[in-house]
């Protein structure tokens, strides 16, 4: 499963071993399984794609943690998604 580059070309054996490094440690971060996170990612593009057209080969979807005011840690999404331009929206 190639998490990360879901639509791009094929990629050697060291990005392949780094994206699914990514994979576990979001994972973790998460406590998320990979096919949530993979469903998650592919649901997103379905979205953004009824309004704009977007670069899916430079799409990065990242959860991370960040800290609270109270001190504690909370999971975050993080999507860099290049839009190429946008869709005419039917009313």
């Given at each position: 499963?190639?998490?990360f580059g ?12 780094k ?7 979001i994972?973790d971060r998460a406590?998320?399984?990979?096919n949530v ?5 592919i649901d997103i593009?379905?979205?953004?794609s009824?309004?704009m ?9 990242q959860?991370t ?13 993080l999507?860099?998604?290049?839009i190429k ?5 039917k009313n």
């Open positions: 499963m190639d998490f879901l639509f791009s070309r094929k990629n050697s054996s060291k990005d392949m071993a994206d699914r490094l990514k994979l576990v440690l994972h406590n998320c399984s990979p996170l993979e469903m998650l990612k593009i379905k979205v953004i009824n309004y057209e977007i670069d899916e080969k430079e799409l990065d979807i959860i943690q960040t800290q609270t005011d109270d001190n504690g840690n909370v999971p975050v999404l999507a860099n998604i290049p331009s946008m869709r005419k929206v």
